[in-house]
């Protein structure tokens, strides 16, 4: 064997030996080891919100009782789908931990998502909330039997908003309306990523309603400039004993919220065991749940077998009511998100599909070096490859990347020059972002860019 031979192999040898160290290394982060490194929070709604605000502070109990960073990533958009789904894809390794809400259980029976609390380890439930209804405080409704009169009177002329349409705030309002014998849809909805940007919107006179909980409105009535008409609690809540229920009211309505913590699907038994010690005992204890009792929240806490039987009872529950409340507002023929990647998938596969029945029917003399490489149905199998690539890293390396690197794959296979690819490529993908994720309002996975 010569020298310089012998010295690849031995450098192949120890590539080879590093891989499996490291391979090593990483298997070694059992759940005896939990809290080692860093740990995420993914919150699904606006910063400034309910949501944001309790998994703020359960961030930074937590970051106090397991000595390591506590971070919260607000993955908003897609009445909640983009960080449910996001929460249920993440890393099955325990650092990464999804702060779940009720619309969970409201989703997956609108078509937005097939993601549903079978796709979650529960951990614990540690927050209920139940609806109120906020105006202006210069408004003309001094009361919710004013405002009831203006609904019925006019009919579709009042805006509301507080979250996505079909979400847990929504279904209280529209129930309210039920309650009031009025039609659910007299009072227009206006999706929004949260409550936080709905009272925004109030206060600057974009709307009329805001459909929320009292803790999430608290610092605005205190501060004078919104009005608090009702709450839909089974009874007045001790922080804001001004404001009236529905039911005091004389409506028999009562809707609430609720929050929790959750783990991806498949992790596992070991790593759920561990983390549910931990984060159980952060959010069940006193310090936390102080801060949710002083702040006007819900105080509430349910362990993971508790929390799993809420979350089933729900999803039943709140699948009725969507029903019965939006179903004839919903139109339920309309496109929801996974309509676009699906018809993406099949063009790509017809496309692949003509592309080899085409090459077939070329004659040699008519065919590039190029397009024979392979075999004529190379191409089709090239397209087919990049679908299931796509399918699995997307959600990793997120859209723009993974479509970049399609785009200039599949340019090069179909003949073009590296540097056109390259620059179609890099132009394309960032293109077709912003056209779904904004102009179309259809989540695409953000991955590492865009995180």
Not at 101 to 118: K, Q
Request: aromatic share 8%; charged share 20%.
């Amino acid at each position: 064997m010569t020298r310089p031979l012998a010295r690849s192999l031995k450098s192949i040898r120890t590539f080879v030996s590093g891989l499996i160290l490291l391979a090593a290394t990483s298997c070694s982060d059992r759940a005896d080891d939990y809290h080692s490194r860093p740990i995420s929070i993914i919150c699904p709604w606006a910063v400034g919100g309910g949501t944001d605000t309790c998994s703020r502070v359960l961030a930074a109990t937590l970051e106090e009782a397991t000595g390591v960073p506590v971070n919260v990533i607000n993955r908003t958009g897609g009445a909640g789908v983009t960080g449910h789904s996001a929460g249920a894809r993440a890393s099955r390794d325990g650092y990464t931990l999804l702060t779940v809400t009720a619309e969970i259980a409201m989703m997956h029976w609108r078509g937005l998502t097939n993601v549903s609390y079978r796709d979650y380890e529960p951990v614990c439930l540690f927050n209920r909330d139940h609806t109120a209804l906020f105006v202006r405080s210069d408004s003309e409704w001094k009361t919710l039997e004013d405002l009831r009169r203006s609904v019925e009177s006019s009919p579709g002329k009042l805006r509301a908003s507080g979250t996505a349409l079909g979400g847990s705030w929504h279904l209280g309002c529209a129930g309210a309306l039920i309650a009031m014998n009025l039609a659910p849809d007299s009072i227009v909805w206006v999706p929004s990523t949260g409550a936080s940007p709905a009272l925004q919107e109030l206060i600057s006179g974009g709307i009329e309603i805001v459909s929320c909980s009292l803790p999430e409105g608290r610092a605005l009535l205190e501060g004078g400039e919104v009005r608090a008409l009702t709450v839909m609690a089974p009874e007045r809540l001790a922080l804001f004993p001004d404001v009236p229920t529905l039911r005091e009211l004389g409506y028999d309505w009562s809707l609430g919220a609720w929050r929790g913590i959750a783990l991806p699907g498949g992790t596992p038994p070991e790593i759920v065991s561990k983390v549910t010690e931990v984060v159980a005992a952060v959010a069940g204890g006193e310090k936390f749940q102080t801060f949710i009792h002083e702040s006007g929240y819900g105080v509430a806490f349910e362990d993971a077998a508790t929390f799993t039987k809420t979350l089933e009872t729900d999803d039943r529950v709140f699948g009725e009511l969507l029903g019965r409340i939006i179903g004839e507002s919903t139109n339920e023929d309309a496109p929801g998100p996974w309509f676009f990647p699906i018809v993406l998938g099949i063009g790509l596969v017809v496309f692949g599909l003509s592309i080899g029945i085409g090459s077939r029917a070329k004659t040699p003399s008519d065919t590039r070096p190029s397009e024979t490489a392979g075999g004529s149905w190379g191409h089709f199998l090239a397209v087919l490859g990049a679908v299931i690539f796509y399918v699995f890293f997307a959600s990793k390396l997120g859209f723009i990347i993974t479509a970049a690197l399609l785009v200039f794959f599949l340019s090069k296979r179909l003949g073009a020059r590296w540097l056109p690819a390259a620059v179609v490529a890099a132009a394309v993908s960032p293109a077709i972002y912003l056209l779904f994720a904004h102009v179309l309002r259809v989540p695409l996975p953000k991955g590492v860019l865009l995180w």
